[in-house]
């Protein structure tokens, strides 16, 4: 009977507690649900971000709900959740064990980034321990374990841990861009740190992801873009962020992945005034076939060849120095190795000798191409005027005779350039690159045909040689509708011969290369318009300033009307 009635006194002060504990829930829910609101919103201010929250709850079950969260980072990088739960797991009767720790469930959170990447998960559930003071540490319960996210109550600054122990990543994480599959994540191992101060954020990195498939970067209108073959990626860095210095310090990092292993170090000064960046980057071992095939890219069907067949391998170091708003004063230092295959491909080894060109870029109709001495409309490049080449490479490619296929020297400052123009780059790609796309790719300008460019670029300067590859691009590269070749083109505009043209006349054929669609309306009522003409007349200043013509002839050419044949005044 004593314990009857003792077991009777225990629930009479359960239910008095849990009545209490509601009615002082309703009273003083609103101030709670204000508060809430209030400091997470002001603990995102203080670490630059913007939260919004829809619905804030507090109740006795769940203890916490927020519906439509958002936190905005700024950059273009949002974080959405349809909800957020906090509810006390670890009731036990009929006695009551006060847990210590929470249940957090999230819905429907998405990651924005920038380029169209998300990242998003429908639904995951989360112990959280260390409500009290203790050490908090956040263990993922749903949909699956091997990741947790710890922090030591003491010392203040004590770091933030974040470890992974067979995660699957893809079953965890949706990521795509542009509404395609992005990745396939694979099992990953490994752990984050860092630790923030009043005026500094410190990090390390060491992660690894075994079997990661990538999606095929080059093809964004495909329906079903293909996953390249799984691989392993293992990722080291480390670094600090001195925010009262405006400095960022990544002294060492390591990237390994099926077909390259990248290290190299980073460091960004003065980036509250006037950035200053120092990177060094080292690429060894670039295995062009292992890279094409983890990145779900095709080997072109133009090289005539198998899919995983050898494609040469590279080693790449570049050095980058100087002040990001002043793409001028940018030091660059490279040097490239390149290894051959064995067997050149039959579609780069048939260019060694005459060969027909067919293009299906464009609108149609698409004339084949013989380039070959037998062709009326060749033209070999010993008959190339000198001051042609000339103009063309100060205009297209001031290295060529000098770099491997790739010159890392411009692509700095054309980027940085044309990203604060918000154009496209010109000077980023060489005359190699620029025959690479002519004759084996499309006009997609997605990352993932990088990639294939650079491979064949190596092949092509391994295979042909500078004047090889030069006379080929004379003879194939586009100056207008259906017109392609140097030869044909100085006929059309000008009804001349190459070695005929006047310097001016040169410049416009080289000026117009990189736009021989679009400068069709610059020229339509027969002769180039004012911002095409500055182009022309900034090119023959060049030629003067390394003495290609005299002081005499390049003011001639200043003055000289360019007539383009076709057009509606002839002056």
Avoid: C
């Amino acid at each position: 009977m004593l314990t009857i009635r003792i077991r009777r006194q225990h629930w009479l002060g359960i239910v008095a507690a849990a009545l209490l504990l509601s009615l002082a829930a309703l009273w003083l829910r609103p101030m709670l649900e204000q508060r809430v609101r209030s400091r997470i919103e002001s603990t995102a201010a203080r670490h630059g971000a913007v939260a919004r929250i829809g619905v804030v709850h507090v109740g006795v079950w769940p203890l916490l709900r927020l519906e439509g969260f958002d936190l905005d980072f700024g950059h273009g990088v949002q974080l959405h959740a349809d909800m957020i739960a906090a509810t006390w797991p670890g009731l036990t009767w009929p006695g009551l064990t006060w847990p210590g720790r929470l249940r957090l469930a999230v819905r429907a959170a998405t990651l924005a980034g920038p380029a169209g990447v998300r990242v998003s998960s429908a639904a995951t559930a989360w112990d959280m321990r260390g409500i009290f003071g203790e050490d908090l540490r956040l263990t993922l319960v749903d949909p699956q374990a091997g990741l947790s996210i710890r922090k030591s109550a003491h010392p203040v600054d004590s770091p933030w841990n974040i470890e992974a122990r067979g995660l699957d990543v893809g079953r965890l994480l949706d990521v795509q861009r542009d509404a395609h599959p992005l990745l396939d994540g694979g099992i990953a191992d490994g752990r984050v740190e860092f630790q923030a101060s009043t005026d500094a954020l410190r990090f390390h990195v060491d992660m690894g992801v075994h079997g990661a498939r990538l999606a095929a970067l080059a093809d964004n209108t495909a329906d079903e873009p293909q996953l390249g073959d799984p691989t392993d990626v293992n990722l080291v860095f480390d670094g600090a962020w001195q925010r009262t210095e405006g400095t960022i310090e990544i002294p060492e990092i390591k990237v390994a992945v099926a077909g390259a292993a990248l290290s190299g170090s980073i460091t960004l000064r003065d980036l509250d005034t006037d950035p200053l960046v120092d990177l060094v980057l080292g690429m060894q071992h670039l295995d062009f076939a292992q890279l094409l095939g983890v990145s779900g890219l095709a080997v072109p069907e133009s090289l005539g060849m198998e899919p995983g067949t050898d494609l040469g391998s590279a080693t790449i170091d570049v050095h980058v120095r100087g002040r990001l708003a002043d793409p001028a004063s940018l030091s660059v230092s490279q040097k490239i190795d390149f290894r051959p295959p064995r067997q050149m491909p039959p579609g780069i080894a048939r260019l060694r000798g005459d060969f027909i060109f067919r293009s299906e870029d464009g609108s149609g109709p698409h004339r084949p191409i013989d380039v070959s001495l037998a062709s009326p409309d060749f033209i070999a490049l010993h008959d190339v005027p000198p001051l042609f080449v000339r103009a063309l490479l100060l205009a297209e490619d001031a290295g060529f005779y000098g770099h491997r296929g790739i010159d890392l020297h411009e692509l700095p400052t054309a980027l940085l350039t044309n990203w604060s123009r918000g154009g496209a780059a010109r000077g980023a790609s060489t005359i190699t690159q620029q025959l690479a796309k002519n004759l084996f790719l499309s006009r997609d300008k997605q990352l993932g045909r990088k990639l294939q460019e650079l491979a064949i670029t190596f092949l092509l300067e391994s295979a042909l040689g500078k004047d090889r590859i030069l006379e080929i691009y004379l003879n194939i590269i586009e100056w207008g509708p259906d017109l392609r070749g140097l030869r044909p083109a100085a006929r059309r505009y000008f009804g001349r011969e190459p070695r005929e043209l006047t310097p001016a006349e040169m410049a416009f054929l080289v000026e117009i290369i990189p736009g021989p669609i679009k400068y069709q309306s610059s020229f339509a009522h027969g002769t180039p318009g004012p911002g095409l003409r500055a182009l022309i007349d900034e090119l023959l200043g060049k030629l003067r300033s390394v003495k290609a013509i005299g002081e005499e002839e390049y003011r001639r050419a200043l003055d000289e009307p360019i007539v383009v044949a076709g057009g509606t005044s002839r002056g």
